[in-house]
């Protein structure tokens, strides 16, 4: 997949764009450019596995919803979750290969969504990335 950017990358220069991203280290996103290069790398390797995983650390339910929809979205999944009644920081996980989504409360200090690849051929992308903000794709 491809940006309307004048530029495209390739998986290796995704994955370099996305290394950073290591579930450890927070990484600020800086512009919109920077922003839409982080969006498109994401893209890419999501196009390149054979499905990709979602887990929302999100300060609250509706935050976490709608990181949840914009994401699913941009990947070409759908997913529904009721998570009515529900207050303060959440964790969501999505699995699109089984169609399941949980909640639960989260007590962690990490914010953002990490999206973690999978391929069932060896020389397919399995990594996960992230924390990737929660609003890269609105």
């Known amino acids: ?3 309307s950017n004048s530029t495209s990358l390739d998986v290796a220069e995704a994955k370099k764009i996305l290394e950073p ?13 920077e922003k839409a290069k982080v969006r498109e790398a994401v893209l890419l390797v999501a196009e390149n596995s054979d499905y990709q995983m979602l887990g929302i ?14 994401y699913t979205e941009a990947l070409g999944y759908q997913t529904s979750l009721d ?6 920081p959440i964790y969501i996980k999505f699995n699109p290969k089984s169609g ?7 007590e962690g200090d990490y914010r ?6 999978q391929s069932s051929d ?16 609105s």
């Open 1 to 3: 997949m491809t940006s």
């Open 21 to 33: 991203f290591n579930c450890i280290n927070s990484q600020i996103i800086n512009s919109e450019a």
């Open 57 to 70: 650390c999100a300060g609250s339910p509706e935050e976490g919803l709608a990181a949840l929809q914009t």
């Open 83 to 88: 998570m009515t009644g529900v207050e303060g």
């Open 100 to 106: 399941l989504s949980y909640f639960s409360s989260y």
């Open 112 to 117: 953002g969504v990490l999206v973690s690849c």
């Open 122 to 137: 060896e020389d397919g992308i399995n990594e996960m990335y992230g924390h990737l903000p929660l609003d890269l794709f």
